[in-house]
């Protein structure tokens, strides 16, 4: 069987513990006080800092990608693309008969160097503004 301890002294442990625990707290609580400030004095530096820092130069606009990249950026598909350079120029059927194309090719949208396929964004992006179509009341959403 365990032994009795007076009930006096484990109040008092228990009083010493709770102080200690008090004194660790009130000095936890002074540290995250000093911190704080510090961060405060820390933010407050910033807006100097900020007219001192270099400006960082934003990248300059790409003129020319892949056809991955331009399927990334605009909502074309991949595929799409490949399927816009196929009808690019007029073709002839297998019964001669002329297939006219989209006319990506002649706005100069399309570059090719060996086997790289790259896409003048510019000419691009004017070439989709100039076949833009509006609605109409009454006629449906495409004229």
């Given at each position: 069987m365990?032994?009795?301890?007076?009930?006096?002294?484990?109040?008092t442990d228990h009083a010493?513990?709770?102080a200690q625990a008090a004194a660790a707290l009130i000095a936890c609580g002074r540290d995250v006080a000093a911190r704080l400030e510090q961060a405060a004095e820390m933010f407050a530096l910033l807006?100097?800092?900020?007219?001192?820092?270099?400006?960082?130069?934003?990248?300059?606009?790409?003129?020319?990608?892949?056809i991955a990249e331009c399927a990334a950026i605009r909502p074309f598909s991949a595929q799409a693309l490949r399927d816009?350079?196929?009808?690019?120029?007029?073709?002839?059927?297998?019964?001669?008969?002329?297939?006219?194309?989209?006319?990506?090719?002649?706005a100069g949208v399309w570059i090719q160097l060996g086997a790289?396929?790259?896409?003048?964004?510019?000419?691009?992006d004017a070439w989709l503004e100039s076949h833009k179509t509006t609605a109409q009341a009454g006629k449906g959403w495409m004229q």
């Open positions: 365990a032994e009795k301890i007076p009930l006096a002294t484990v109040r010493a513990t709770m807006p100097q800092c900020a007219d001192e820092a270099p400006a960082l130069a934003t990248p300059e606009p790409r003129r020319f990608v892949t816009m350079r196929f009808k690019a120029f007029d073709r002839k059927n297998s019964r001669g008969d002329v297939i006219p194309g989209n006319g990506t090719g002649p790289k396929v790259l896409i003048d964004l510019p000419a691009f």
